[in-house]
């Protein structure tokens, strides 16, 4: 009896993802108004300007040079006209033209990165504080290495100075 409750209770639990996915089965307005409420889209998040240049055609006004000989000129009693043909002539000009084009995201997805990078901030954290807590036992080693190969050169120059008085003396 006591197994068969625990596994009920075990069975009922429901996971955030199938509770949201049965309140939006029963009414998705309810869940919309919600979500959109909860995690609204952010206004601006990053403006951009582009100048894009674009060709644009003038027209200028230019003395007609197709016979340079040929220029009207008018007299008159007391004053001398001179008058000259112009044309005109089309030109291509660069004319900047701006381009401005605004970004807007979901802020639903902001949060869920805004949730992993604080994750991953607490994990940096944990990981700088074990490799610290690990970087003092190896100096700890290291120091206590040192200790133990000085004894132990200590111990061999013994021996070998025992050895060599054996030596000496039995010569």
Known sequence: MKYLLIILILAGCSTAKELL???????????AKYARDKYPCTDLLKPDTAIVWRDSTIYIECPDNSNPFEVVITKTDTVNNVVTRTIKVPVKVQIPGKVVTRWYEDSAKLKIYATELNNCNTEVQTLKASNDSLSKKAARRGKENWIWRAIATVLICWQVWKIYRKIMIKI
Do not use: Q, S, Y
Request: charged fraction near 55%.
């Open 21 to 31: 996915d049965k309140a939006e089965r029963k009414d998705p307005a309810i869940v």
